[in-house]
């Protein structure tokens, strides 16, 4: 009985002792694949920062753009306002 | 969906930073770039972006929409932007509305006088062509310019856009006041003349040009006191002194001819001093251009002087305001009062009184809120505001379509180029429309100074000639400086060497 007893114990600790190898190597292939999806993370990030950054530039240049539109719109106007009361002055008597 | 690659060149989505005043948060605005629009823009929350846009949402700011890459409820959509924003559109609107067939012609000054009407003539729309300007076309069709440009608001009065759509202001609400002799109404620039035969009664209705705030037309009875064809102008005092001051002396009196303001006929009325007459500035009707007299058109003015009697009755009113019924449907035309704008409360509140008592007669519900708009836009045009009687409505004019003249009456002729006359060099200009425009408007005074534009590379030269010889182009240059400020460079004949050279 002692025997068999040590016998099962043995085998218990023969066990115990390769699932924690084969946990080890578990774990190194994880972190291994940690690595690179951190790697990746950091590279879709700063694709992400100059996307933002290109969209912001892209966006302070429509706006831009928009604002000289509306501002020769607005000279364009004036322009013709202009020309229309030297008009209306010229048809005085 | 044929008209959706139209469409996506004429849809343009901004990305609105500012909050929106209607919404009072992020909203987008949606601009349509449309003929006979200057800009019409529809406002929308995110929510619709959300719902409408969702798979163009990622495009850069400020580009046009690719309508053909969003699937087919999305065009649908964009559809009801385009239908949502065209409903701003007054000129548009007046297009749709119109479903008559195209017609040559429309009547414009002379109209049947039913007693029980108030209303006479009918609105027409017209398609404009290139080279045409507002001043023409109202000359043409028997307008003010005041009243073309009201009810075509943004449209440019010197360089439309071909193929816009024009309304033709050619429905009035006669002025309230008895039905006889001569009535004019300044705040609507319309001279009205009634005349009753045996058997019907006729309105005659010309455009006019009054006075100037400075010195305003006079209010009140009148009547006609003597005519005169080609009449003598003997240059009022004030307006001597003006000229003096603006380093253009004028002669104690000017004989008839192209130099005389009042034009080949005037009628002299019982207020000394105020005439009505012709002019020799006829893009000028429409404007508050005189000095206190009523001007008319060269050609409406033989009529009404041919027409009227010594002794007629001659009522100047200001009605900003008008109301009136034809066929059992009421309307109501406003015009932008002639003072400042709150000067016209007391005859808005006089029409709002007697909109009050109509509606308590007829019993049915007057549509208030249209009421105010029609005041506020003041398109000069009679609006149906209220059926008088049940299925009324439908009696409502449509409006006509006018096919464009091969010929506007009265347009300045720009005589060919000739190497050996004289020209002035009014303006060099980089923008095209700034250039057609001066051209437009020179070509316009009184007596016309023709104009052109001539366009190298990106310079745009405005030249007013030809003229016969040296004198002529310095008339033409001082009058330009006078009138109009342009410091023009007079150019003599290009002689037979410099056209050698210049052609080498």
């Known amino acids: ?93 | 969906m044929s008209d959706l690659s139209d469409l996506q060149k004429k849809i343009v989505i901004h990305d609105n930073t500012q909050p929106s005043a209607r919404m009072g948060r992020k909203a987008y605005r949606v601009s349509l770039r449309q003929p006979g629009c200057r800009n019409i823009t529809q406002i929308f929350g995110p929510g619709f972006f959300i719902l409408t846009f969702r798979k163009v949402a990622y495009l850069p700011m400020l580009q046009n929409v690719d309508l053909t890459r969003v699937s087919p409820w999305l065009r649908l959509m964009a559809l009801g932007v385009f239908i949502l924003a065209l409903n701003g559109c007054a000129v548009t609107k007046g297009a749709w509305l119109s479903s008559g067939p195209m017609e040559k012609e429309v009547a414009r000054n002379r109209f049947p006088l039913e007693k029980s009407d108030d209303v006479i003539g009918r609105l027409a729309v017209i398609r404009l062509e290139d080279g045409d300007t507002l001043p023409d076309i109202a000359r043409h069709f028997g307008v003010g310019i005041n009243a073309l440009s009201a009810a075509n608001p943004g449209v440019d009065v010197w360089v439309p856009t071909a193929g816009e759509r024009l309304t033709l202001p050619l429905s009035f609400i006669l002025p309230d006041a008895p039905r006889k002799g001569i009535v004019i109404n300044l705040a609507t620039m319309r001279l009205f003349q009634f005349k009753d035969d045996r058997t019907s009664a006729v309105v005659s209705t010309y455009p006019v040009g009054i006075g100037t705030k400075e010195r305003p037309t006079p209010t009140g009875q009148m009547r006609v006191t003597r005519k005169a064809a080609r009449p003598t102008w003997y240059v009022p005092a004030s307006i001597a002194e003006d000229h003096r001051r603006k380093g253009d002396p004028l002669p104690a009196k000017i004989a008839a001819g192209p130099q005389n303001p009042l034009g080949e006929y005037a009628l002299y009325l019982s207020k000394a001093g105020y005439l009505i007459h012709g002019t020799n500035k006829p893009a000028s009707i429409g404007l508050k251009a005189s000095n206190g007299c009523v001007r008319l058109l060269p050609e409406n003015v033989e009529t009404l002087f041919n027409e009227t009697p010594v002794n007629t009755s001659v009522l100047i009113v200001n009605q900003p305001y008008l109301i009136g019924q034809r066929d059992g449907v009421l309307y109501m035309e406003a015009h932008t009062p002639l003072e400042k704008p709150d000067a016209g409360a007391i005859e808005l509140e006089k029409v709002y009184a007697h909109l009050r008592s109509l509606e308590k007669q007829s019993g049915r519900t007057l549509d208030w809120k249209k009421v105010k708009t029609v005041q506020a836009e003041a398109r000069g045009i009679p609006v149906p505001i209220l059926e008088l009687e049940k299925g009324a409505g439908k009696a409502a004019e449509k409006i006509v379509q006018v096919e464009h003249p091969d010929k506007l009456y009265g347009k300045p002729e720009l005589p060919e180029l000739k190497l050996a006359a004289w020209y002035v060099l009014a303006g060099d200009l980089s923008d095209e429309v700034e250039a057609e425009r001066l051209a437009a408007i020179i070509n316009h005074q009184g007596p016309p100074i023709p104009a052109r534009v001539l366009s190298k590379q990106d310079r745009h030269r405005v030249i007013a000639g030809p003229f016969s010889n040296a004198s002529e182009a310095n008339d033409a240059a001082r009058r330009l400086k006078i009138d109009l400020e342009i410091n023009g460079v007079v150019m003599g004949p290009v002689s037979k060497t410099e056209s050698i050279a210049l052609n080498q």
């Open chain 1, 1 to 93: 009985m002692k025997i068999r007893m040590t016998v099962i114990s043995m085998m218990l600790a023969l066990a115990a002792t390769l699932s924690g190898c084969a946990t080890s190597g578990d774990l190194q292939k994880m972190q291994a694949q940690q690595k690179l999806i951190d790697a990746k993370a950091d590279q879709a990030l700063q694709d992400a920062q100059s996307a933002k950054a290109a969209a912001d530039a892209a966006k302070t240049r429509a706006d831009e753009a928009e604002k000289r539109a509306t501002e020769r719109e607005r000279i364009a106007d004036e322009k013709a306002a202009r020309a229309d009361a030297v008009f209306q002055k010229s048809m005085k008597k």
